[in-house]
């Protein structure tokens, strides 16, 4: 059994590190280029000094909030920013484990409510929904369970860690094969006649 953490970890490493090339100019590329580098820098910290790795994500998690901060928001705000960073930084490396795992469900919820925020506003501008949105949703809301379960019960969040690891390794190939741009999308278009949506599948191809 130990052996299934080593592999799996292995594995989303070289998926995941090629995905930023696949998402190069997108809306997301700073997000996804942070989670490619997540597992390598964690491994690569650990070797040189004894730290957890939920710590780690921890310091991470928050620079995947503010990758989804608009260059305006981000520049407005720097000094908040670097004041937050900080503090998190703080808490991630000195609190106890419990807390820690509280600090990272609660960023995990953060960077859900700022890409749920995003996709609700794309669908109100552009009039159609895109696959892309939905499939980046599903992985953050994994990733929330995933800490919500080791948060309440450790023996049991271990397993559903190797399920949800395994999950979001399937959804990486998604990534690695779509982009905002290239995704199927769902536009929603008005009857005038009668009143009603109707739902046209189409695929977009740049």
């Not at 982009?179 to 739902?199: A, H, P, Q, W």
Request: charged share 15%; aromatic share 18%; hydrophobic share 55%.
């Amino acid at each position: 059994m130990m052996v299934i953490p080593y592999i799996l970890l292995v594995v989303s490493i070289v998926i995941w590190i090629f995905i930023p090339f696949r998402q190069f100019r997108g809306n997301y590329f700073v997000f996804f280029l942070i989670l490619a580098t997540l597992d390598p820098l964690t491994v690569f910290i650990r070797a040189l000094i004894s730290i957890h790795p939920l710590r780690i994500y921890s310091i991470c998690s928050i620079f995947l909030i503010f990758s989804l901060f608009d260059r305006k928001s981000f520049k407005k705000r720097i000094p908040l920013i670097f004041t937050i960073i900080l503090i998190n930084t703080l808490i991630a490396l000195f609190s106890s484990f419990q807390f820690l795992q509280i600090d990272l469900f609660l960023l995990n919820i953060i960077i859900e409510f700022f890409i749920l925020e995003r996709t609700v506003l794309f669908i109100q501008e552009k009039k159609y929904i895109n696959l892309f949105h939905l499939v980046l949703n599903l992985y953050m809301l994994t990733l929330i369970i995933k800490y919500f379960v080791i948060m309440i019960d450790v023996k049991t969040g271990i397993n559903y860690f190797y399920v949800t690891s395994s999950f979001e390794i399937l959804i990486g190939v998604y990534f690695l094969l779509a982009n905002e741009k290239n995704s199927t999308i769902y536009i929603l278009e008005r009857d005038g006649k009668m009143g009603n949506n109707i739902v046209n599948k189409t695929n977009y191809i740049k």
